[in-house]
T-cell receptor
Framework: NAGVTQTPKFQVLKTGQSMTLQCAQDMNHNSMYWYRQDPGMGLRLIYYSASEGTTDKGEVPNGYNVSRLNKREFSLRLESAAPSQTSVYFC????????????FGDGTRLSIL | SQQGEEDPQALSIQEGENATMNCSYKTSINNLQWYRQNSGRGLVHLILIRSNEREKHSGRLRVTLDTSKKSSSLLITASRAADTASYFCATDRNTNAGKSTFGDGTTLTVKP
């Protein structure tokens, strides 16, 4: 049982380039999330999707877009990467939006030069 | 500002000792969760405690919640080298469904 799978695991971009981070879960969860984690810090919520067909902004949405492609997949897009977006990105899922544990992928380590 | 703040930032103990880490938060919550993160990996859920609960156990883990003090503690008993990790608390507030707020974590090192 894979759980939450993120691709790619590592990526280096140049300033201004665009890319999409992929996330898929196989637990039939309704809710999915994207976080970023900067060194020595906790997670900050970028966007989340309470259910298929809905997305909402989190704490730090600027510079990002998301797509809830179907119940399994939730992608995060950087349209024009900036060095400040260098971080580790985590995708998570939960059965429903509230009062449920979240299950995390192992992250995408993104460096923007 | 962060809703959840862990204390201490770092903790180093010998194998077999108990480890206690604390989490404080600012506003009313629905629940509080503790997660573990091993180096280079994603977070793993440990325990969820609801606002009407005071204590929960899971194996060697004990979590307490004091809503009057807006604080929680995570106790790991008889620690092992494999417990070396960062531990985070996350709070869910009544008015922000889906927006769990994570603290900056406590880094625990258990020396063999």
């Amino acid at each position: 049982n894979a759980g939450v799978t993120q691709t790619p695991k590592f990526q280096v971009l140049k300033t201004g380039q665009s890319m999409t981070l992929q996330c898929a879960q196989d637990m039939n969860h309704n809710s999915m999330y994207w976080y970023r984690q900067d060194p020595g810090m906790g997670l900050r919520l970028i966007y989340y999707s309470a259910s298929e067909g809905t997305t909402d902004k989190g704490e730090v949405p600027n510079g990002y877009n998301v797509s809830r492609l179907n119940k399994r997949e939730f992608s995060l897009r950087l349209e024009s990467a900036a060095p400040s977006q260098t971080s580790v990105y985590f995708c998570a899922s939960s059965e429903v939006i509230s009062n449920q544990p979240q299950h995390f992928g192992d992250g995408t380590r993104l460096s923007i030069l | 500002s962060q809703q959840g703040e862990e204390d201490p930032q770092a903790l180093s103990i010998q194998e077999g000792e108990n480890a206690t880490m604390n989490c404080s938060y600012k506003t009313s919550i629905n629940n509080l969760q503790w997660y573990r993160q091993n180096s280079g990996r994603g977070l793993v859920h440990l325990i969820l405690i609801r606002s009407n609960e005071r204590e929960k156990h899971s194996g060697r883990l004990r979590v307490t919640l004091d809503t009057s003090k807006k604080s929680s503690s995570l106790l790991i008993t008889a620690s092992r080298a494999a417990d070396t990790a960062s531990y985070f608390c996350a709070t869910d507030r009544n008015t922000n469904a889906g927006k769990s707020t994570f603290g900056d974590g406590t880094t625990l090192t258990v020396k063999p």
